[in-house]
């Protein structure tokens, strides 16, 4: 039997955990396929996941990665939805631990998979899925933005943040930006910002109440923590606060008082509301593939490593210097 590479650890813990080993190459079952992976996308939930403190845990010794792109090598029995020689992108939703996408071969259900937009590289194909999903399903399904709206985006030099922008520019929305520091201002600008905010540089709620005059009607946050009540006071009436992370180690408050007075929505948010719902996940498909051929979806490729340079790949991802999405070639 055949054999492919494959990432694994062991032990929770920092990127030197990760292994590269040999494993062997399985035939699909029902309603399976199996990929040749050309391209892996990576992801800061895999850090998370790598170090025991994600939403799924690991049980050693345990695969990882959410998305790869590939091409259809093998079909299970009763597959009618793909056909050999399909190029494929891994929809992220399916465990970390049994179909990791980290490996030069991939057996997974097909409800994962989605054929690749023809327009796009291998690499782009990685790092469509979980960054376009996840702004869209809160976006789109859940806040349901407007053209003309004010939306708040934090963290918005990672992958899901810029394709947020792109994604509320083609919604006719206004995206306002927040990072760290005043580096990244122009980028983001030039990638489609209509305002950036420092917040260690600059007060939150200030300054949005500044850019927006009435207040905010949507915040898409990665953060959580303190900042989510300075949040709360610069949201216009009826705005939507999704929370999508939980980058901050603060507690979270829930502003009772400002929710109360100004009729506000605050709820958590998880990608997986998309993935596991056929309905919600044909829409997005339509939505992003329309993107991609019309031109405002566009992923955007920070730096690629190979799948042997998996633990330098995981040094960069913990560094926090990406703009945009790091992925792997096989």
């Not at 793909?82 to 992108?89: E, F, H, S």
């Not at 996408?101 to 327009?119: C, F, G, M, N, W």
């Not at 394709?163 to 201002?185: E, N």
């Not at 998309?274 to 051929?293: E, P």
């Amino acid at each position: 039997m055949s054999l492919s590479r494959i990432v694994r650890f062991h032990e929770l813990g920092g990127p030197k955990v990760l292994r590269l080993e040999q494993g062997h190459i399985s035939a699909p079952g029902p309603d399976e396929a199996r990929i040749r992976v050309r391209a892996i996308g990576l992801n800061r939930a895999d850090v998370m996941f790598r170090r025991g403190r994600y939403l799924e845990k690991a049980s050693l010794p345990s695969r990882l990665g959410f998305e790869a792109s590939g091409v259809v090598e093998a079909l299970g029995p009763g597959t009618h939805t793909l056909a050999i020689g399909d190029a494929v992108g891994v929809v992220p939703g399916a465990s970390l631990g049994l179909y990791g996408t980290y490996a030069d071969h991939l057996v997974i259900p097909t409800r994962y998979l989605l054929k690749q937009p023809e327009s796009l590289s291998d690499q782009e194909a990685a790092a469509l899925w979980m960054s376009y999903l996840t702004p869209y399903g809160a976006l789109v399904e859940v806040a349901n933005v407007k053209a003309g709206d004010w939306v708040m985006l934090s963290a918005a030099t990672s992958s899901v943040g810029l394709a947020a922008i792109q994604i509320v520019r083609q919604l006719g929305a206004r995206p306002i930006a927040t990072t760290l520091t005043s580096d990244m201002r122009d980028a983001l600008l030039e990638a489609g910002a209509a305002a950036v905010i420092a917040t260690r540089e600059e007060p939150l709620g200030q300054r949005l109440m500044e850019i927006s005059g009435t207040g905010i009607d949507v915040a898409f946050d990665a953060v959580g923590g303190s900042l989510v009540a300075e949040l709360a006071e610069a949201m216009a009436i009826r705005g939507r606060i999704i929370i999508h992370g939980a980058l901050s180690d603060e507690p979270t408050p829930f502003p009772l008082k400002l929710a109360l007075r100004n009729s506000l929505t605050l709820r958590g948010y998880v990608y997986t509301e998309v993935t596991r719902n056929a309905d919600s996940l044909a829409r997005a498909h339509t939505f992003i593939t329309r993107g991609v051929a019309e031109g405002t979806i566009r992923p955007r490729i920070d730096k690629v490593f190979t799948l042997d340079e998996v633990v330098e790949a995981h040094r960069y991802l913990e560094s926090g210097q990406q703009f945009g999405k790091i992925v792997m070639t096989t």
